[in-house]
């Protein structure tokens, strides 16, 4: 059967591909969204679920006040007698040569817990990932070097693990260099046959990024370049639809065939609006012991990658209704750098109730609740009860990249009584597109994002009335990685919130969220 890539569309960047016994995960990262790292289940590698969130306590995961782009990074998922180990890294801080990057572990008997308090393990670079062999474990990051005369991005390093101790025994091995593409990060190895396989990203995870791999009959090196690296990468090849490839994991699937997880993009005109995406690729072993994908001799990820199972139907339909009727926030939504509870966030007689938080450009405090889109022709739509009483007073429905990249439809209170607008926010640059006074017993509205590839179109409904659209088109290219300015690794996010500038209480509730996609041709 063949299989649509992205497997797993929409923000889900740097998949850690993992399979034990007929069950498959995935682990990917969440950077500053809560709650964090989403572990995806399958049984098929054809249809994935978000089984739970690894990070769910913001007493130990606090994020607050963390820049766009930092926090969670490059979760690394394995198993061994028993246990799930999850690696990942905090970064506090990325600027000019330093990033603060905390790496920890935790373990769990089960993906959807309950996780072990984390093990704070080494801050010396990112990308942590735990390689297992005959009860011994052993820590592995890529290493930055922070003077002006070398490269940031030095090496990976080698450590053992004492899970009795919970402590890093002796001192890091630096096994490899990389293979000289420069920005070498994202390693994790495994071992095949009489070699460790040592899987590199390299070339950054713009459009040069790639995957590339080094071998050694020993776990502490020397580790040698495979030939015909990289083994995975899209870069100058323009006619891909999977580009930025790279941050590579792979595995022995449960059917005996060997697979490799990586991210990607669907770029819009060198925009990628959706962020970085979970894709698979069959892999196989060639005579000289070394992988490649299977399908061609360059590295060029496929569209599509093959399972053995002709029976299994891939559902391409991401569409979701949320009434709230059941008192649960589902799985696919989030929250920015706290937990729910913290950010005034719950449900409440069947609706979704946010407490006035800070304003939607605030790194502190923020009431919003926003889930992944995952397709570039989708309708995203809100019904709001809300009744602000003054101009700081504000809530609404966002189209969100970050606190600097977003557009705004939201309800809030002027000298001529109460108002729509929506707000344009693009690196900075903010501005106020559309203004619409509406009636003052108007407390209840349906809110409308239309987004077909790279337009966006608000629209709003008072009871009884059709959609009207509200303020002009707008670019969604704005709301993508490369627009960003400073990094961006997230991607499109379509959520509510409410805003409380006045700190004097104010509340807004939803009865329903409904994200809708469509099969454009």
Not at 88 to 110: E, H, L, M
Not at 137 to 154: A, E, G, P, Q
Request: with cysteine; aromatic share 12%.
């Amino acid at each position: 059967m063949k299989v649509k890539n992205p497997v797993i569309p929409g923000f889900h960047p740097d998949p850690s591909l993992l399979c034990v016994g007929k069950d498959y995960y995935i682990a990917t990262s969440t950077f500053e969204w809560f709650p964090g790292v989403c572990i995806l289940h399958s049984t098929d590698l054809v249809n994935w679920e978000i089984a739970s969130y690894a990070l769910t306590d913001d007493e130990r995961v606090d994020m607050t006040g963390l820049d766009m782009s930092c926090g969670i990074w490059a979760p690394n998922l394995t198993w061994d007698n028993g246990l799930f180990y999850l690696a990942y890294t905090i970064v506090y801080t990325d600027r000019q040569r330093y990033k603060d990057t905390y790496n920890f572990v935790t373990t769990a008997p089960d993906v959807r817990g309950p996780w072990s308090e984390p093990v704070l393990l080494n801050a010396s670079g990112f990308d942590p990932s735990i390689f297992h062999e005959n009860g011994r474990h052993y820590l592995v990051n890529m290493v930055i070097d922070h003077r002006t005369d070398r490269v940031r991005f030095c090496g990976v390093d080698l450590q053992e693990y004492d899970p009795g101790s919970k402590k890093l025994l002796g001192e890091p091995v630096r096994i490899s260099k990389g293979t000289g593409r420069g920005e070498t990060e994202g390693p994790n190895i495994f071992k095949h046959g009489d070699y460790y396989y040592l899987v590199v990203a390299e070339g950054g995870t713009r459009y040069k990024h790639c995957t590339c791999v080094l071998r050694s009959r020993s776990l502490t090196g020397p580790y040698v370049a495979d030939p015909n690296n990289p083994v995975l990468t899209s870069a100058d090849q323009e006619d891909c639809l999977l580009q930025r490839a790279g941050h590579s994991q792979a595995v022995q699937g449960a059917d005996g065939n060997w697979y490799m997880s990586h991210l990607c993009s669907r770029p819009v005109e060198r925009n990628s609006i959706l962020g970085r995406e979970c894709a698979i690729q069959n892999i196989e072993w060639t005579e000289e012991g070394w992988f490649k994908i299977s399908a061609n001799d360059c590295g060029k990820p496929e569209e599509y990658f093959e399972v053995p199972d002709i029976s299994v139907k891939q559902q391409l339909d991401h569409s979701q209704r949320v009434d709230f009727s059941d008192g649960q926030i589902p799985l696919e939504y989030m929250t920015l750098r706290r937990s729910f509870a913290r950010n005034g966030i719950s449900v409440e007689n069947g609706k979704l109730h946010l407490k006035g938080g800070a304003s939607v450009m605030s790194k502190y405090f923020q009431s919003l609740l926003a889930r992944r889109q995952q397709s570039l022709y989708c309708d995203f739509e809100a019904e709001m009860w809300f009744e602000p009483r003054h101009l700081n007073h504000i809530a609404g429905l966002l189209v969100y990249y970050n606190y600097d990249n977003h557009y705004y439809l939201k309800m809030s209170r002027g000298e001529d009584g109460k108002f729509l607008a929506v707000t344009s926010n693009v690196n900075k640059e903010v501005e106020d597109v559309a203004t619409v006074l509406l009636p003052e017993d108007s407390s209840h509205v349906l809110l409308k994002a239309e987004i077909r590839k790279d337009h966006l179109q608000f629209f709003y409904a008072l009871p009884g009335q059709g959609y009207k659209a509200i303020g002009p088109g707008l670019d969604m290219k704005n709301i993508s990685d490369e627009h960003i300015v400073g990094n961006g690794f997230t991607g499109s996010m379509l959520g509510v919130n409410c805003c409380d500038c006045q700190l004097d209480g104010v509340s807004a509730e939803f009865s329903f969220l409904n994200y809708t996609e469509y099969d454009v041709k």
